[in-house]
């Protein structure tokens, strides 16, 4: 499974963790994804409570894969909408990031989920992928989709985000 195989680069690697600022500002968004597929860089911490990877990048386009455990369900016993949120988040996000230059950062302000169908512990792997739709000098637009085996879509999402200079430290 490609999300293993992910996390074990990961664990091999930089494990998880936050990556040295100063290193993120001299790389472009997509040399920076580029690194945490490859285990270069450290993965987010959050991936690794949340159970899901981040398995590919390239320009305009990445894709997390992650397993829900019984950790993310709620009352009614499926999977959280948090949690499916927080992977469309991610893949969209990432997506963005990767068209970035050096010195340049993003942050969502806007997001809205559409919720197609329940997402239980019976699904063992579901990928989450984001591609851009609009990059500009402030603003950035980008959908993702949730899908499971067989192609199955459990939710998609669309995100603008606010994108910005980072000043040298």
């Not at 997001?111 to 699904?123: C, E």
Request: glycine residues 10%.
């Amino acid at each position: 499974m490609e999300g293993q195989a992910a996390r074990n680069r990961a664990l091999e690697g930089a494990g998880f963790g936050i990556p040295d600022p100063s290193t993120l500002l001299r790389l472009s968004g997509m040399e920076a994804m580029v690194a945490a597929v490859s285990g270069e860089l450290p993965a987010a911490p959050m991936e690794a409570a949340m159970s899901y990877r981040l398995i590919e990048a390239e320009k305009g386009r990445v894709l997390h894969q992650g397993s829900p455990s019984n950790d993310y369900r709620n009352p009614a016993g499926t999977i959280h909408g948090g949690w499916i949120a927080t992977m469309l988040d991610s893949c969209m996000t990432g997506a963005i990031y990767t068209l970035l230059e050096p010195h340049r950062g993003y942050s969502t302000i806007e997001m809205s989920v559409n919720f197609i169908k329940p997402v239980t512990t019976k699904v063992r792997a579901l990928r989450a992928e984001g591609k851009v739709i609009h990059s500009g000098r402030q603003l950035a637009t980008a959908e993702g989709r949730l899908y499971g085996p067989g192609n199955v879509l459990f939710a998609h999402a669309k995100t603008t985000c606010y994108l910005f200079d980072v000043p040298a430290r």
